[in-house]
């Protein structure tokens, strides 16, 4: 994946968390926005480790890939007792935190099939050639 379109998913996926945060806020009150705001951050901090991860992985450098992919399945883990820890912890709202949480996936989807005319989804930039 090059750098624009992650800086672009990376927009897509805080975008889709506040717009979710206030459209919960005016259908389901504060409490459930709350919780749906907290969802987006781990959202986005999900993607920000995946991102960097995936970057590291596609580096060709890397000579061995067993770290990499271990982080993974720590990384995947670590949101399981987060998201664990948070909604039985602070007794967040669980629609509103899934909501949130789900931004992820909208901004993905979103950041791929919304790219500017003409640019390529694989496309090499020379920074990345070096």
Known sequence: MNPATADRITRYIAVTGGVGTVLVFLLAGDSAAT????GGIVSLANWLVLRWVMGKLSDNTV???????ALLLGKMFLLMAVSWGLLSRF??????????VSSIFV?????????PAGESPTAVTPAEES
């Open 35 to 38: 919780a749906t705001l907290v």
């Open 63 to 69: 000579t061995q890939t067993g770290p990499l992919m």
């Open 107 to 115: 901004g993905i989807t979103l950041g791929v099939m919304l790219r």
């Open 91 to 100: 007794e967040l709202d669980p629609m509103g935190y899934v909501v949130g």
